[in-house]
């Protein structure tokens, strides 16, 4: 793999169109590939080891892509596809296809120091939950790190079940990164979904203080780290006290001291919840004093009418109407369904419909702008200069920064960055490419200011 036995352009299975590797490991890569059959953008990694030479490493990508498949949970990356081919130069390759994700990884987010509590309350429940459903289908993932969450456009993700193992499995030897391993696995105890909870107790731990309780480099210093029994407090300003004492609990060195990771969403989540209604009430507060400060104007500014009759009381009537939260869908105008073929960009209309003139405007609200950004999306994919699963990616990129304004400025560089791999694969027409990414600066410029 490392001399290059896979390139630009290679097809795999007759299907899989390799176009750029996006991750290395191991000896695996990770490509962005063009799905031929399902016209779609995917992930392949691929082992392409001489066979019997590659340290079990097939059986792993293999193991990875069955027990991927078998969690049921939107978090859980998506696997699409598992085989092994013969390579354009005579090798055999093993390969997992995966959706591909656009963010960046929980480790080099926690480069930059611990997240806000909030953060990391929804990060920690996001895998917990995952982590839940995995376990009910008798996996254990066995490697929750920083590394393995990605942060994407569509939210937070678990990633590698490459040693995942049956619950119950015994293992001889101790896979997986020292400081987020159970003591348990140390002896060589069965698989379970403690073993989990006890990582994502460390992860947690790290994204509030920004390192982990047990720092270790190798398994004697875990060992040795374990044996001493201490780790600095959770004194994190704000942080709910229950917040803590679950983290503590996932730390306990017996696994049946610690919660299921039902438990830990369970506990997780209210503090969440209580956080995005005090937001909600916040703008809720915010419409009202707009409201009383317009009518204000308006009465100030109005002219004067005949003078008022003797006895006779002017009547003002107010109504404040709260909008509810908008939850962007696409516009009525219909886009082709899956799997209906549609018109090429060459085959198109040679005069453009005009472009959304709310897209440049000055003084959008989000949802405006993010509307705008829709409403390019549909009218394009209506004419098919836009696929119909290309025109879907950026709808839910769009509609989840909507949902979710976290990192709003990171979230518009993932899709700014994915509209322009989307021009370079010509998947968007240049003119088409240029008009999205002005209205997505529009779109940034107003979550900035709003």
């Known amino acids: 793999m490392r001399a290059g036995q896979l390139r630009e352009g290679d097809v795999l299975a007759r299907r899989y169109i390799l176009k750029e590797p996006v991750g290395t490991g191991g000896m695996s890569v990770v490509w962005r590939a063009w799905d031929s059959t399902l016209e779609r953008t995917v992930a392949v990694k691929v082992l392409d080891g001489p066979i019997g030479t590659d340290g079990g490493h097939r059986d792993r990508i ?47 987010r926690l480069v930059e120091g611990p997240l806000p509590w909030q953060e990391a309350l929804l990060v ?14 008798g996996v254990v993932h066995r490697d929750v790190t920083p590394e393995n969450v990605m942060l994407t456009t569509d939210g937070v993700k678990l990633l590698d079940f490459g040693i995942a193992a049956e619950e119950g499995q015994r293992e001889e030897v101790t896979f997986g990164t020292p400081p987020y391993v159970a003591p348990e696995r140390l002896v060589g105890a069965p698989a379970t979904g403690a073993t989990d909870v006890y990582a994502l107790g460390v992860l947690l731990y790290e994204m509030l203080t920004g390192a982990t309780p047990y720092p270790a480099a190798t398994w004697e210093e875990l060992e040795r780290a374990l044996a001493d029994g201490y780790y600095p407090p959770l004194a994190v300003p704000g942080l709910p006290a229950r917040v803590a004492a679950i983290c503590h609990r996932c730390l306990s060195a017996s696994p049946r001291d610690r919660p299921t990771a039902a438990e830990v969403a369970a506990t997780l989540n209210p503090p969440l919840q209580s956080m995005r209604r005090r937001r909600w009430l916040a703008a809720v507060s915010a419409t009202l004093a707009s409201a009383v400060v317009l009518l204000v104007l308006v009465l100030l500014l109005q002219d004067d009418g005949p003078p008022a009759q003797p006895n006779a009381g002017p009547e003002v009537s107010i109504v404040v109407s709260v909008p509810p939260p908008i939850i ?70 769009v509609n989840n920064l909507m949902s979710n304004q976290l990192n709003a400025a990171q979230k518009i560089a993932a899709l700014r960055d994915n509209l322009r791999s989307r021009q370079r694969e010509q998947s968007l027409p240049q003119a088409v490419y240029e008009e999205l990414d002005a209205a997505v600066v529009t779109l940034g410029d107003s979550l900035s200011q709003s």
């Open 124 to 137: 920690a429940s996001t895998v917990a939950e995952v982590l839940n459903a995995a376990h009910r289908r």
């Open 62 to 108: 293999r193991r990875e892509a069955r027990a991927a498949a078998r969690i049921e949970h939107p978090n859980a990356i998506g696997v699409y596809d598992y085989g092994e081919t013969v390579t354009p130069r005579g090798r055999i390759a093993a390969y997992v296809v995966m959706q591909l994700l656009d963010g960046a990884s929980l480790a080099s």
């Open 328 to 397: 962007l869908q696409p516009t009525t105008t219909a886009s082709p369904r899956p799997g209906t073929r549609t018109t090429s960009a060459a085959a198109a209309p040679t005069s453009r419909p005009p472009a959304s003139p709310t897209a440049s405007a000055p003084g959008l609200t989000p949802e405006q702008a993010a509307r705008a950004v829709l409403d390019i999306v549909d009218r394009h994919a209506a004419t098919g200069e836009i696929r119909t699963d290309v025109a879907e990616d950026i709808r839910n990129q």
